[in-house]
């Protein structure tokens, strides 16, 4: 089963603006990653937050986590039409010793020229 | 430095026969996943090895599903026989593994099995 549900589940904004997708999951976390998907592509790894660690940065991505709330949200500023693509957050269960990763169904956001 | 390998790239298959996915981890990863994508959803995971040990095989179908890493290396996952649902990309990744917990998960491209 799916434990990330992101939200929204699609998102069309014009170039240059800023795109903010969240994502709320169900159990307790070691970290929770945000992936990216281009169209008959493979994911590529974005940025990846601890659960002790609130806000993390890289390049135009802003990540932040609410352990409280079992909630994340990923700005990417100054958007670019490359960055038009489905966006998957990840929770790696904080129990036990598998490493599988829980996805959600993601968000796919377009940028418009 | 290489990323994951998958071959092939595409399949299509009728209902009832077998296929098998080939999947080279990144040179140095210890831990290797496959996951299976159905259209509009994401990844779920399949089976999780370190080096050539079972880690987590809770969402594999065995009676049609099996995955070996018989090397510690490469892995196949095969389907035998196929259903229609079984049509998806799967997605072999791996990671290295540090102070007991796998970190950053990186994907190959993928192989579409069609199943008709």
């Known amino acids: 089963s799916q434990q990330g549900e992101e939200d929204p589940q699609a998102l069309s904004i014009q170039e240059g603006e800023n795109a903010t997708m969240n994502c709320s999951y169900k159990t307790s976390i070691n970290n929770l990653q945000w992936y990216r998907q281009n169209s008959g592509r493979g994911l590529v790894h974005l940025i990846l937050?601890?659960?002790?660690?609130r806000e993390k940065h890289s390049g135009r991505l802003r990540v932040t986590l609410d352990t409280s709330k079992k909630s994340s949200s990923l700005l990417i500023t100054a958007s670019r039409a490359a960055d038009t693509a489905s966006y998957f957050c990840a929770t790696l269960y904080s129990g036990g010793g598998a490493d599988g990763l829980t996805f959600g169904k993601g968000t796919h956001l377009i940028i418009q020229p | 430095e290489a990323g994951v390998a998958q071959s092939p790239r595409y399949k299509i298959i009728e209902k009832r026969q077998s296929v098998a996915f080939w999947c080279n981890p990144i040179?140095?990863?210890?831990?290797l996943y496959w996951y299976q994508q159905i259209l509009g959803q994401g990844p779920k995971l399949l089976i999780q090895f370190q080096n050539n040990g079972v880690v987590d095989d809770s969402q594999l179908p065995k009676d049609r599903f099996s995955a070996e890493r018989l090397k510690g290396v490469d892995s196949t996952l095969k389907i035998q026989p196929a259903k229609l649902e079984d049509s998806a990309v799967y997605l072999c990744a791996s990671s290295f593994t540090t102070s007991g917990r796998a970190d950053t998960q990186y994907f190959g491209p993928g192989t579409r099995l069609t199943v008709l």
């Open positions: 040179s140095g990863h210890a831990t």
């Open positions: 937050i601890r659960s002790n660690e």
